[in-house]
């Protein structure tokens, strides 16, 4: 499967903006979607994740309440609706996909990745 993230941009401070991860390829309900961001000098974090029947959806704490998953698989698309937006949330943010998966917030758990985009919250 190939996926490719979209949606970033430059936002201000309390702002809002939905991230897409649209995937190629077969079979794409069968893989749970994470999304995962890195911020420049540091590590690449987990976001939140959807499990592949989208039974099961989890953020990481520093986004809870603010961000939402969505998945709609008859588009082949995942979605990352961010508000609240705060400058630390800036950093390049990836969807990644783990066939038959939970949802794990372990990057390793992942095969494939998309190319990330750019999301810059000004404050």
């Known amino acids: 499967v190939q996926l490719q993230a979209s949606g970033g941009g430059l936002v201000r401070a309390g702002g809002s903006l939905r991230l897409s991860c649209a995937a190629s390829g077969r079979d794409f309900s069968r893989y749970a979607v994470g999304w995962f961001r890195q911020a420049p000098g540091k590590e690449r974090e987990f976001v939140g994740a959807?499990?592949?029947?989208?039974?099961?959806?989890h953020y990481a704490n520093f986004v809870r309440g603010r961000f939402t998953i969505s998945r709609d698989n008859a588009e082949n698309k995942v979605y990352l609706q961010m508000n609240s937006l705060k400058s630390e949330d800036t950093a390049i943010y990836y969807c990644?996909?783990?066939?038959?998966?939970?949802?794990?917030?372990?990057?390793?758990?992942?095969?494939?990745w998309g190319q990330g985009t750019q999301v810059t919250v000004s404050s």
């Open positions: 959807v499990s592949w029947s989208g039974d099961f959806i």
């Open positions: 990644a996909a783990d066939f038959d998966g939970p949802g794990s917030s372990v990057l390793n758990f992942y095969e494939y």
